[in-house]
């Protein structure tokens, strides 16, 4: 068997993903740190999987005085903390804002996330935010599934998005363009 690898090739990380559970303090903190040295030192963008937006402000003040520039980083499930005036606060600082409780009724979506997209479209900030869905259990899957899967799922974003009234410009981005912008951040932007 030969070993196609060459020693002298390097892989690099296309995206650092780190937990932040409320708090940075013990392990936490080292691993944190290590992570954004290593995008640091890398240029690769940061996912940050917040338990529900808690304490972000403490985390997003972190990120900052570290030297870690909010346009590239995506806060994860931010629509679970419905706080327009957080969000728009937040992106005007440059961080992207990802939601995903379309198909979770235990978040009330009709009351939580529609009401934040269209503010924040309304507000001005439709570059700053990012449709995803997450879909972690077998029986989510097999819902999405039998509704059309993937592609009805975003058809389905769709047409609630143009009954909201949203500016037309606007879905696009939200559905797709901004996670694709953000994809294609690269190393000193």
Not at 75 to 102: P, R, S, V
């Amino acid at each position: 068997m030969t070993n196609n690898i060459n020693k002298n090739d390097s892989i690099k990380a296309s995206i650092i993903k780190i937990p932040f559970i409320g708090t940075i303090e013990g392990q936490y903190l080292k691993l944190t740190r290590a992570a954004l040295n290593t995008s640091l030192s890398i240029g690769a963008p940061i996912l940050i999987h917040t338990d529900q937006g808690l304490n972000v402000e403490y985390l997003v003040d972190f990120l900052e005085d570290y030297g870690i520039n909010p346009g590239r980083v995506v806060l994860n499930h931010m629509d679970k903390k419905n706080d327009l005036d957080l969000h728009i606060k937040l992106a005007n600082k440059g961080y992207f804002l990802e939601y995903d409780t379309f198909m979770r009724e235990k978040y009330n979506p009709e009351k939580n996330l529609w009401v934040l997209i269209k503010g924040m479209i309304d507000e001005g900030f439709e570059n700053s935010i990012i449709a995803a869905s997450d879909l972690y259990q077998e029986s989510m899957w097999k819902i999405l599934s039998d509704k059309g899967g993937m592609p009805e799922f975003f058809n389905s974003i769709i047409i609630k998005l143009q009954n909201l009234h949203i500016n037309e410009n606007a879905i696009p981005k939200f559905i797709g363009g901004n996670a694709l912008n953000y994809l294609n951040i690269r190393e000193g932007d």
